[in-house]
């Protein structure tokens, strides 16, 4: 039996057939800084819920597997220290074991899945890191999005990354790539990027109708729509670039390795940004939150 515990608001939800959307925790243990991790957590789920759909987020603590958090788990989650980052490796052995983890998008898009929720807002996956020709460092993330049916709203892969290789990669495993309402990938933290969109839609309607016509047609993994950051919050790419580079001189210099790669760069960029990445962070993650809930209300009806 696996240890699944529901939150009120999703438990009632799953009773009525309401529109449930999945977060994940990892962005709030290892990608952001406390308060501001508890204080974006809050704002997304009531994002959710202003849309109409009802927000499970999605973690292990004490070996059971949440699906929603209680206000207060979410405050103890958001503080506490040393908390493991988990993927399809380790989800199992952590509730296994009793232990208390964050669910990266891999293992999100599991929990989800056992849950019957079939929509997941994220900031962005991981993916081929820079230098993955000699690191063979490459996101868990972009595996579980080809077997995993459910569809994860996205400002694209961190702009940390090697962005052309991490759709490569998504290309080869067969997992649909849409970019809404524009014609290029966006990059996290820009709009644009130079990748041209494989998929392009407009509109919430159409994503669910694609993500339905993949379920009937026994197609095995999911949707990555990938939602361009609002032109206000966004960072152009041109500031960020020497930004990046340092921030990955940096890890290098350091031995970072593994998975610490990525909440280290983005701790850096956030320092070195002054705060800016961090802003820009937030903002995609909430806009990606609606765009999501609109895709379950679709699905739902
Ligand atoms: N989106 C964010 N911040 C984050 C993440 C996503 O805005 O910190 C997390 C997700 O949990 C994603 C993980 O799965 O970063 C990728 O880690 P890695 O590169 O080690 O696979
Ligand atoms: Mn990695």
Sequence with gaps: MIPLQYSAEVAAARASGAAVVAL??????????????????RLVEADIRAAGAVPATIAVMGGKLHIGLEADELDALGQAEGVAK?????IAACIASGGTGATTVAA?????HLADIHVFATGGIGGVHRGAETSFDISA????LAQTPVTVVAAGAKAILDLPKTFEVLETLGVPVIAFGQDSIPAFWSAQS???APLRMDTAAEIAAAHKMRAAMGLSGGQLVTNPIPDADAIPAEVLHPIIARALAEAEAQGVSAKAVTPFLLGRIFELTEGRSLAANIALVRNNARLAAQIAVALAN
Excluded: C, K, Y
Excluded at 86 to 90: G, I, K
């Design 24 to 41: 994940e925790s990892t962005i709030i243990t290892h990608g952001m800084p406390f308060p501001q991790n508890v204080e974006t957590a």
């Design 141 to 144: 993330d972009l595996h579980e």
């Design 86 to 90: 988990l993927s399809r490796a380790d």
């Design 194 to 196: 130079d990748i041209p």
């Design 108 to 112: 999100t898009m599991i929990a989800a």
